[in-house]
């Protein structure tokens, strides 16, 4: 019984290995299956789509609960290579809370651009990201209650271009 055991197990084993042997790859040879092939070079000249990159920040807005924040607006200048940012808040928001907001705000911009455009480098704690390096911004963090009187605004501060200083609250 023992010796019908291994005789079929080297049988079965020989039908696997010449089995195996007789097949072709399409997985080392992808280019044969008549299909398309994913093209993976980065493209450096893409013309950024601001209307989805406004509502893909819309969209993470909505999903995520800033405690105090009522609404933002952002606008980019292309011929200036600048964007302005606002938040308007309530009056519980403290300057250290409307920092954060301001540069995740920033951050987000940046991150959306960079689904469209993989050239650019995506923000990190330390970086606002690659479309930074060509454009400068504004970020306001503003309390609803107070918005004509500047001297009440949490933030107000422009960094320029290929800059990454951290944004601060006002005095």
């Known amino acids: 019984m023992l010796m019908k055991k291994r005789l079929f197990a080297a049988a079965l084993s020989c039908v696997m290995i010449l089995s195996a042997g007789c097949t072709k790859s399409n997985i080392l040879h992808p280019e044969e299956t008549g299909r398309p092939q994913p ?4 493209v ?14 819309s969209s993470y807005y909505e999903d995520i609960e800033y405690p105090g924040l009522l609404y933002f607006n952002y606008a980019h200048r ?11 808040v309530d009056n519980t928001v403290e300057k250290e809370k409307a920092v954060e ?14 689904t469209q ?6 923000s990190t704690a330390d970086s606002y990201g690659g479309l930074f390096a060509d454009y400068g911004f504004r970020v ?3 309390p609803e209650e107070t ?7 949490l ?14 609250p006002t005095e």
Request: charged fraction near 30%; hydrophobic fraction near 45%.
């Open 39 to 42: 093209d993976f070079t980065i």
């Open 44 to 57: 450096t000249d893409v013309i950024l789509d601001w209307d989805q990159i406004s509502d893909d920040v």
């Open 78 to 88: 292309d011929e200036e290579k600048t964007i302005e940012a606002k938040l308007f």
């Open 101 to 114: 907001y301001a540069a995740d705000l920033i951050r987000y911009i940046n991150d959306s651009a960079v």
């Open 117 to 122: 455009d993989n050239s650019l480098a995506m």
């Open 140 to 142: 306001c963090v503003i």
């Open 147 to 153: 918005e004509a009187d500047e001297s009440t605004w």
């Open 155 to 168: 933030v107000d501060m422009t960094v320029p271009a290929g800059e990454d200083t951290p944004i601060v």
